[in-house]
């Protein structure tokens, strides 16, 4: 992938991470899980950057870390849907049709090398 940064990082009990590249976590989402888990197709998600909390294979979702720039959703954006708090920021376990039609769009716009391949799926 030229152009993107993909960034997995193994979280430590002891540290909290509110950090990715210099900016603050934003938000906790939860989405589909990629991958077989081999060195030729590893466990990832469909996001420019993020920061994986936990992959769920048998379940198939993964709970990530990611800037709220990177995905275009500001507070506003986001004011009607349900999140619940966490050290890492706030969860959203699904985001409605819309709010995932705008951050599919900013990604787009933003990556645009890559456009249609980010995306944020609810499991």
Do not use: W
């Not at 998600?45 to 709970?63: E, F, S």
């Not at 349900?82 to 969860?91: A, E, S, Y």
């Amino acid at each position: 992938m030229v152009g993107a940064v993909a960034v997995c990082v193994c979280m430590r009990p002891d540290r909290r991470v509110d950090r990715i590249h210099g900016r603050k976590v934003k938000m906790v989402l939860k989405t589909k899980l990629l991958g077989t888990g081999t060195d030729s197709d590893p466990y990832r998600v469909a996001l420019p950057t993020y920061q994986l909390v936990v992959g769920h294979i048998d379940k198939g979702y993964a709970l990530v870390n990611v800037n709220e720039d990177d995905i275009g959703l500001t507070d506003e954006a986001l004011k009607h849907e349900n999140p619940q708090k966490t050290v890492d920021g706030m969860f959203y376990e699904t985001l409605c049709d819309d709010c995932l039609a705008a951050a599919h769009r900013h990604m787009d716009k933003r990556y645009q090398e890559h456009k249609g391949k980010f995306r944020i799926e609810n499991v």
